[in-house]
T-cell receptor, first 112, second 113 residues
Framework: ELKVEQNPLFLSMQEGKNYTIYCNYSTTSDRLYWYRQDPGKSLESLFVLLSNGAVKQEGRLMASLDTKARLSTLHITAAVHDLSATYFCAVAPRGSQGNLIFGKGTKLSVKP | GAGVSQSPSNKVTEKGKDVELRCDPISGHTALYWYRQRLGQGLEFLIYFQGNSAPDKSGLPSDRFSAERTGESVSTLTIQRTQQEDSAVYLC???????????FGPGTRLTVL
């Protein structure tokens, strides 16, 4: 069974600190997605990682992909309160029609 | 431009009733996906449409669930004889091509009493 596991599932951070969210997956995939979801809202696309070693950065967030280890990381630098949300990683298994398999999400709370 | 829209935003129904949820994808997007998100959980894939190809129904949890799409436009997800475990947020997403970024609608929150 295909699994996408995120950890931690809950993360409470102080503003200004750094932290990393991990996403492990159990099948071959060439595409990994990171989404953000605010409470009561839909999902917002953050990053699409398409190849081994891919790294993308937007503001205080940086995502990377290691397809050999089947691991993606989302690194948060100098967290601010506005980053508080739930972050999901999702994998498109090779050979699928693009339907995504999601992790359970990491609920991030950044406190002053 | 306009994003993915879904209606209704909220639906409360009684157990055993049928419900129909609607999704309007972004214009020009050929791929359309339905997902379900239970409280505090990630998203579960339900069904996928791509152009005029046969839909991928592999994620539908039971034969009470069905979906249709008219060409490359509107899609409806129908749940017959609703059960309490069907309570969830149903999210629709569309993408320009199969492997492109999926853009999600605001969802329909379904509550089955």
């Amino acid at each position: 069974e295909l699994k996408v596991e995120q950890n931690p599932l809950f993360l409470s951070m102080q503003e200004g600190k750094n932290y990393t969210i991990y996403c492990n997956y159990s099948t071959t995939s060439d595409r990994l997605y990171w989404y953000r979801q605010d409470p009561g809202k839909s999902l917002e696309s953050l990053f699409v990682l398409l190849s081994n070693g891919a790294v993308k950065q937007e503001g205080r967030l940086m995502a990377s992909l290691d397809t050999k280890a089947r691991l993606s990381t989302l690194h948060i630098t100098a967290a601010v309160h506005d980053l508080s949300a739930t972050y999901f990683c999702a994998v498109a298994p090779r050979g699928s029609q693009g339907n995504l398999i999601f992790g359970k999400g990491t609920k991030l709370s950044v406190k002053p | 431009g306009a994003g993915v829209s879904q209606s209704p935003s909220n639906k409360v129904t009684e157990k055993g009733k049928d419900v129909e949820l609607r999704c309007d994808p972004i214009s020009g997007h050929t791929a359309l996906y339905w997902y379900r998100q239970r409280l505090g959980q990630g998203l579960e894939f339900l069904i996928y449409f791509q152009g005029n190809s046969a839909p991928d129904k592999s994620g539908l949890p039971s034969d009470r669930f069905s979906a249709e799409r008219t060409g490359e436009s509107v899609s409806t997800l129908t749940i017959q004889r609703t059960q309490q475990e069907d309570s969830a947020v149903y999210l629709c997403a569309s993408s320009f091509l199969v492997w492109d970024t999926q853009y999600f609608g605001p969802g329909t929150r379904l509550t089955v009493l």
